[in-house]
Nanobody, 121 residues
Framework: EVQLVESGGGLVQTGESLRLSCAAS????????IGWFRQAPGKEREGVSC????????YYAGSVKGRFTISSDNAKNTVYLQMNSLRAENAAVYYC??????????????WGQGTQVTVSS
């Protein structure tokens, strides 16, 4: 059984940073594309960042490029999202996701339970 457990969310002020972590069990990161989605109140879920196992290149949503960094420790089956210079519009529930085919998609196969990020101005 695949399980994804996020941590690291919380309340920060505008301009501050947070690092989200996602520990995975039941799969080997080497064969999958891993990433993060988010959902803000009243909005649809959107992809934030992803690393494809096929090319190892990280992808970012345009709104977070340059401020967020995705990384992974495959030995620990853990993926991270470093979020710097946070803005009010970054507040959302952040979900860790995994794509079985090894490529980043808009419909990941596995989802974590989510971790809340709140940004106050």
């Amino acid at each position: 059984e695949v399980q994804l457990v996020e941590s690291g969310g919380g309340l920060v002020q505008t301009g501050e940073s947070l690092r989200l972590s996602c520990a995975a069990s039941g799969l080997n990161f080497d064969n999958y594309a891993i990433g993060w989605f988010r959902q803000a109140p009243g909005k649809e879920r959107e992809g934030v960042s992803c690393i494809s196992s096929s090319d190892g290149i990280p992808y970012y949503a345009g709104s977070v490029k340059g401020r967020f960094t995705i990384s992974s420790d495959n030995a620990k089956n853990t993926v991270y999202l470093q979020m710097n210079s946070l803005r009010a519009e970054n507040a959302a529930v952040y979900y860790c996701v995994v794509n079985r085919k090894g490529e980043c998609t808009r419909r990941p196969d596995y989802w974590g339970q989510g971790t809340q990020v709140t940004v106050s101005s």
